[in-house]
């Protein structure tokens, strides 16, 4: 054997020595689901299994002892990276996380504020309050109490229905074929029953009586004595309150329905009693005061105009229209 086969030989023999000493210091472990362990020899990773290379130190009972101290360290990291996988993965199902919002309500100062108008007195106070929230602040105006005392006017409006009664006086100026009146100043009266359907506007159903005074013309052969005319009428009634809110109110009365006429004549020739249907229309203008909340009392004018003409009531007609004026003091109640 030459020089250069024994330094062959000699380097085979300390190849083969050192790869047992190193394969005694190699260490695999099973480690469940961890991939990757940070170890003496630097971090390694095949799949499940985590190998790295203890150095040799000492004799074979510290080694194994070490071995087992790195066995448990490495399951404690698994257990602890599966845990925080499974938290982690339980917080994202949820969502989003809300965030929290704080807000503080501060009373910087309250103060008392009174109005006074025609549908009563209201009392209330106002706190001025600082909110502050997530989102900034703003600043509003907080009721914190209040007091309504309604008005006369107020007190009316809330009742609906209304009755009343009327009377006073009428006159024709309706004049026969010889230009003279068939009436002088007469009666009337009236009933009314309506509903408010808002502040300013109710609709119910109105009845007048009319009669005025009776008259005479002429003497002897000539003489024609009128006896009265008698008008009685029913409608579907209006009436239109221009002021609801004050105590002294201007309304309008409106009217349109039926009217019954009838006029007695005497002369020496002959005697007539007639009387006729035709229809009727009325307007005016009225004032009344609340008296309290429920009892008004007031004046009111009608223009009363019949579709009736007076040749049918008389033989001496000049055929027109019946017309009267009608002034009468109203009264009534509100409920």
Known sequence: MNKTHTVILALVFLLAVSLAFAQQGQTTYVSGD???????????????????TVPME???????????????AVN?????????????AASLKKGEPTLKKTKTTTSTEVYDVSVKNKKGTTDYGVMEQTVTNARGQRTTDGVIYSTYQPSKAALVNERKMEISVAGGTTVSYNKDDRSDRYSTNGFAAGMSAL???SDHLAVGVDYMMLHPGKKTHGSGAEERHYHGMYAHNIALA???TLNPWDNWQVYMPMGAGMMNARLKTDTPAANTNENHWGASLYAGLGVQYNVTDWMFAGLEYRYTFGFIKDKHLTDFAKDRNL???VAMMRVGVRF
Not at 42 to 52: K, M, N, R, W
Not at 76 to 88: E, I, L
């Open 34 to 52: 961890v991939a990757a362990v940070n170890t003496p020899a630097g971090v390694v990773i095949e799949g499940d299994q985590v190998s790295y």
């Open 58 to 72: 000492g004799h074979a009972a510290g080694t194994h002892a070490k071995a087992s101290q790195h066995r448990a």
């Open 76 to 88: 404690q990291q698994a257990a602890g990276a599966k845990a925080t996988h499974a938290a982690n």
């Open 195 to 197: 509903h408010y359907m």
């Open 238 to 240: 209006g009436e239109l």
């Open 323 to 325: 017309q009267f004026h």
